[in-house]
Nanobody, 115 residues
Framework: QVQVVESGGGLVQAGGSLRLSCAASGSSIGFGVMGWYRQAPGKQRELVASITRGGSTTYADSVKDRFTISRDNAKNTVSLQMSSLKPEDTAVYYC?????????WGQGTQVTVSS
């Protein structure tokens, strides 16, 4: 059974940094694409960043040059280093991992950026 657990959210002032971590388990063959999504109140869930098993990355335009996604295939973990945070980055952040064409979600972690 696949489990996805996020950690690292919290409250930070604008301009600050936070690091989100996600650990996935329950797959003997590892995972494919791993990524982070976010959902702000009243808005749809959106892709923040994703990374393939080979290390290719994709970023939303709004976070390019501020956020960095990385993964450790041996540990089945994915991290999101967030810098120069803005109030508009406030949202619940969800980890998403893909295994055998099925997507699995974590429970979400709140990130709040105060102005």
């Amino acid at each position: 059974q696949v489990q996805v657990v996020e950690s690292g959210g919290g409250l930070v002032q604008a301009g600050g940094s936070l690091r989100l971590s996600c650990a996935a388990s329950g797959s003997s063959i590892g995972f494919g694409v791993m990524g982070w999504y976010r959902q702000a109140p009243g808005k749809q869930r959106e892709l923040v960043a994703s990374i393939t098993r080979g290390g290719s990355t994709t970023y939303a335009d709004s976070v390019k040059d501020r956020f960095t996604i990385s993964r450790d295939n041996a540990k089945n973990t994915v991290s999101l280093q967030m810098s120069s945070l803005k109030p508009e980055d406030t949202a619940v952040y969800y980890c998403n991992v893909v295994r055998m064409a099925f997507a699995y979600w974590g429970q979400g972690t709140q990130v709040t950026v105060s102005s």
